[in-house]
């Protein structure tokens, strides 16, 4: 009788107790210190940084649109395949948009040294494999850059740049052409977001339209290129938004997060040879012999 008991409890908490596991937050800020250390053997030693900013989205969108969507499609991505991911992070390359209200851009060495510090730190936690998942366009140079410097002196981690948000092709037709900024693809995953925030009545506010202000031949880069061209930091036009392809696009940016998750905790070879890169960087000369 008393085993038919016990087997019976076992029966019922077994469940309970491997629910109980499975239930490990992939908040970096919900977990406790002793959680901490399973969770980081579960990821093992991926962690995401999703990498919003704080500027003017469009009259329609709210001010923390990139770091809001970045964040949703990480912790949903996380679900999927576990990973840690860090709390808010907004410290990037936003310079383009200072003439617009809420923007905060941090000078360009403190973004690096902010970075760098906080990379340093999470490896310091045990997060070996860093995945910096862009939200922002903005920070298209800035993140290759920080990656590449990682070269500059040894680091016992990786990190990793995953720069994708929006499919090139499939899923719903889309009206947009230009749509670079709180246009159509951004609008509509906001509204797979945090809906709440979305004033689709106000998406036709402003223009979005490209100003063709300045006209240099290709090759040529100046950094007044997007205010010569977007003077309201708005791209398209938010008003063609859909949910239908919000939904379209928002899975496809957490699936393909989810790969990335997947192919770093395969990847094997990139600290070995980052390791192997910084021992002949030392006497570079010997290498040649
Ligand atoms: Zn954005």
């Given at each position: 009788m008393l085993r038919r008991i016990l087997g019976l409890i076992l029966l019922v908490c077994l469940p309970l107790l491997l629910q109980a596991q499975e239930k490990l937050s992939v908040h970096w800020e919900e977990l406790?210190?002793?959680?901490?250390?399973?969770?980081?053997?579960?990821?093992?030693?991926?962690?995401?940084?999703?990498?919003?900013?704080?500027?003017?989205?469009?009259?329609?969108?709210?001010?923390?649109?990139?770091?809001?969507?970045?964040?949703?499609?990480?912790?949903?991505?996380?679900?999927?395949?576990y990973a840690v991911v860090f709390p808010e992070y907004y410290f990037g390359q936003i310079f383009e948009a200072r003439h617009q209200p809420?923007?905060?851009?941090?000078?360009?060495?403190?973004?690096?040294?902010?970075?760098?510090e906080t990379t340093d730190e999470m490896a310091r936690n045990g997060c070996k494999k860093i995945i910096i998942v862009n939200g922002h366009g903005g920070n298209e140079h800035l993140l290759p850059f920080f990656a590449q410097s990682q070269l500059a002196q040894p680091h016992d981690y990786v990190v990793?740049?995953?720069?994708?948000?929006?499919?090139?092709?499939?899923?719903?037709?889309?009206?947009d052409n230009l749509d670079m900024h709180a246009g159509e693809s951004e609008t509509s995953?906001?509204?797979?977001?945090?809906?709440?925030?979305?004033?689709m009545d106000r998406a036709g506010e402003e223009s979005g339209a490209d100003q063709h202000r300045v006209n240099l031949p290709d090759g040529v880069y100046t950094g007044i290129w997007w205010y010569a061209r977007f003077?309201?930091?708005?791209?398209?036009?938010?008003?063609?938004?859909?949910?239908?392809?919000?939904?379209?696009?928002?899975?496809?940016?957490?699936?393909?997060?989810?790969?990335?998750?997947r192919a770093v905790k395969a990847d094997q070879e990139s600290l070995r040879l980052q390791n192997e890169f910084y021992e002949q960087a030392k006497h570079p000369l010997d290498t040649k012999q």
């Open positions: 406790t210190g002793p959680d901490f250390i399973t969770a980081i053997n579960r990821a093992q030693g991926t962690c995401l940084l999703p990498f919003g900013i704080l500027e003017k989205h469009g009259p329609h969108l709210p001010i923390g649109t990139d770091l809001l969507d970045v964040r949703y499609a990480a912790l949903h991505a996380a679900e999927q395949e809420g923007t905060i851009a941090y000078s360009a060495d403190l973004q690096l040294k902010l970075l760098q990793y740049v995953f720069d994708e948000r929006t499919p090139q092709t499939g899923g719903p037709v889309k009206t995953k906001m509204l797979i977001a945090r809906p709440d925030l979305v004033h003077p309201n930091h708005y791209s398209g036009n938010g008003a063609l938004a859909t949910r239908e392809l919000g939904n379209f696009q928002m899975n496809w940016w957490i699936e393909a997060i989810a790969k990335t998750i």
